[in-house]
Nanobody, 123 residues
Framework: VQLQASGGGLVQAGGSLRLSCAAS????????LGWFRQAPGKEREFVAA????????SYQGAIQGRFTISRDNTKNTVFLQMNGLKPEDTAVYYC?????????????????WGQGTLVTVSS
């Protein structure tokens, strides 16, 4: 299974971006999906996760209310809609997947990782 993230780019503070992550190789209907990010000089951190059904989601506190994670199991894709972007959101964003019904906040729980897409927010 491969995860391919896209949608990153340069945006001004206050702007929006929508990240997508498409899976190839098998269906992900029985995987929880998520996003992590790593800012320059910082450790990688949890951003958001969604369970296999799409009905249960979890977010990091700093992005609550600004970002929305969703999935389309018919297209084998997970999305991260990012609104109200701030310079501190600048990072490489990674999509992740873990087999099982429930989401997690822990890197070690996710066995599948995409290659990352860079988001840069200018002030």
């Amino acid at each position: 299974v491969q995860l391919q993230a896209s949608g990153g780019g340069l945006v001004q503070a206050g702007g929006s971006l929508r990240l997508s992550c498409a899976a190839s190789g098998r269906r992900l209907y029985d995987y929880a999906l998520g996003w992590f990010r790593q800012a320059p000089g910082k450790e990688r951190e949890f951003v958001a996760a969604i369970d296999w059904s799409g009905r249960s989601t979890s977010y990091q506190g700093a992005i609550q209310g600004r970002f929305t994670i969703s999935r389309d199991n018919t297209k084998n894709t997970v999305f991260l809609q990012m609104n109200g972007l701030k310079p501190e959101d600048t990072a490489v964003y990674y999509c992740v997947a873990r087999y099982g019904n429930s989401w997690s906040h822990h890197e070690s729980d996710f066995s599948l990782w995409g290659q990352g897409t860079l988001v840069t927010v200018s002030s």
